[in-house]
Each structure stands twice: as structure tokens, then as C-alpha cells.
């Protein structure tokens, strides 16, 4: 079992940024690739970007790229998802999820393992 926890949501402007994180524990890490996905009101859990087990490969939904950016830190066991210039329709709630594997993957159905989300909202 892996357990995951996010942090870092909150209320900001547009064009601002928020810095996301997830503490992971349960397995080893560094054996783990690791995804940022979002669900907004009404809508399906999409895909925002996902990361290799050593951080060498990323992968972006084309609606954050160029301004947001994940990363890892496989010695404190923890992922980031640094978001900029944020718009109004990046306002979700925000799932950081996990799996065994050496690759990026960016379909929800490969993730068993998910965190309970953090709310994310920007106004215009």
C-alpha cells in the first residue's frame, strides 16, 4: 500500500501561482512514478502531468504546459507541482497519485494509488 497526502491548495488570484505537494509513504519511493491529476465541478478527473521514478522523464496535459512543472525529491519522498500563472478553469481539486512503474503515465486507470485531494481555486 502506498499513502499519499497533498498540500499546498488554496485561493488564489489569476496569474498567480500555487506550489502543490504530496508526501508519499508506504513503499520505496524511488520505485514509484508519480501523477498530479485535477477534477473540477461536474467534470472528469483529468490529467495534469506525471513524472518518472527518477525524474528524468515528465509528461503535461497541453492545457499547463509552458506553466506548470512537476518534480520529485526521492530523498524526502515527496512530489511537486509547481503551477503559474494560473487561470479561473485550473480551479479543481487537485489528486497527486502513485504507481509502481519506470515510465510517465497519464491515464487514470493506471494509478491504484491516490491521494484525498487538495482544493485549488482561482478567481479572475
Known amino acids: 500500500q502506498v499513502q499519499l497526502v497533498e498540500s499546498g491548495g488554496g485561493l488564489v488570484q489569476a496569474g498567480g501561482s500555487l506550489r502543490l505537494s504530496c508526501a508519499a509513504s508506504?513503499?520505496?519511493?524511488?520505485?514509484?512514478?508519480m501523477g498530479w491529476f485535477r477534477q473540477a465541478p461536474g467534470k472528469e478527473r483529468e490529467f495534469v502531468a506525471a513524472?518518472?521514478?527518477?525524474?528524468?522523464?515528465?509528461d503535461y496535459a497541453e492545457s499547463v504546459k509552458g506553466r506548470f512543472t512537476i518534480s520529485r525529491d526521492n530523498a524526502k519522498n515527496t512530489v511537486s507541482l509547481q503551477m503559474n500563472s494560473l487561470k479561473p478553469e485550473d480551479t479543481a481539486v487537485y489528486y497527486c497519485?502513485?504507481?509502481?512503474?519506470?515510465?510517465?503515465?497519464?491515464?487514470?486507470?493506471?494509478?491504484?494509488?491516490w491521494g484525498q485531494g487538495t482544493q485549488v481555486t482561482v478567481s479572475s
Open positions: 497519485a502513485a504507481r509502481e512503474g519506470f515510465s510517465t503515465y497519464s491515464e487514470r486507470r493506471l494509478y491504484p494509488y
Open positions: 508506504g513503499r520505496t519511493f524511488s520505485r514509484l512514478a
Open positions: 513524472i518518472s521514478w527518477s525524474g528524468g522523464s515528465t
